[in-house]
């Protein structure tokens, strides 16, 4: 009876494929305050479409929460998150916000998680405040520094209710994955010279990746992936130097 888990997991991503896929459509307006939530909701039938890529999308995920995790209650919370963290992907791309909306369905799934962990709550709480910290704090150090906006507060929200649904470790593994993510992407857009607006990049996307990533891969073996690629980075850089002083010395 294994594949009835499947099968599930197969009706709520294409559900929420197509939930999701007229949400990214019909949100950003709403978002940027182009139009009210009442003429929003009055495309929820008139201007519904079936989506193919984020169906496909979740129908990828949510299986393989299953083939992975298993079927269990995390697999489930994991799922009614991903919509959340689509729209936050995508939206953040389109106009560079992150709707409320997104981080009000994440708090709701990390309370469930809170409940369900009790004896743990202080780590989840600790996430919270952590998380939101964290990302507050380069947004101040950015205005101070290079007066202008850093870290938007959609990403410190974002944070902040991750923060609340992985706890400690893996909301800190996350700022290191997005950050990691981040250098990668900002790197090739300083190296092709394409900036827009001003050369602000979107944080959210990143967020996003690292999230789903915690979700499969323990906080523990990316820790120690991180440190064999830091320790091997090291020795290439002491071997470039050593190499360098060489040729100086015989020069």
């Known amino acids: 009876m294994e594949y009835v888990s499947y099968v599930i997991a197969s009706i709520l991503a294409i559900l929420f494929g197509q939930i999701v896929g007229h949400l990214n459509k019909k949100m950003p307006p709403v978002v940027a305050e182009e139009i009210t939530y009442k003429e929003f909701f009055k ?37 009614f998150i991903c ?9 953040d791309v389109k106009i560079q916000l992150i709707p409320d909306e997104v981080h009000v369905l994440i708090v709701l799934v990390a309370i469930i998680n809170l409940i ?8 989840f709480l600790l996430g919270a405040v952590i998380g939101g910290f964290i990302f507050w704090g380069l947004g101040m150090l950015s205005l101070l520094i290079f007066k202008k906006e850093g870290m938007g507060f959609g ?36 190296l092709v010279k394409r900036k827009e607006n001003d050369g602000y990049i979107p944080f959210g996307p990143f967020i996003v990746i690292a999230a789903i990533i915690i979700m499969f891969v323990p906080a523990d073996c990316i820790i120690n992936i991180y440190i064999s690629f830091c ?13 360098i002083l060489e040729k100086f010395n015989k020069v």
């Open 43 to 79: 495309t929820l039938k008139t201007g519904f479409k079936v989506d193919i890529i984020f169906t496909l999308i979740f129908l990828i995920l949510f299986n393989l929460f299953i083939y992975f995790l298993g079927n269990n209650v995390t697999s489930y919370l994991y799922m």
């Open 83 to 91: 919509p959340a963290l689509a729209l936050a992907f995508s939206i």
């Open 116 to 123: 369900i962990n009790i004896n743990n709550w202080w780590n």
């Open 155 to 190: 990403d410190v929200k974002l944070m902040a209710a991750l923060g609340l649904l992985f706890g400690i470790k893996n909301i800190l593994v996350i700022t290191l994955v997005s950050f990691f993510f981040g250098a990668i992407v900002g790197g090739i857009v300083l």
């Open 231 to 243: 320790s091997w980075l090291g020795m290439k850089m002491s071997d470039a130097v050593y190499y």
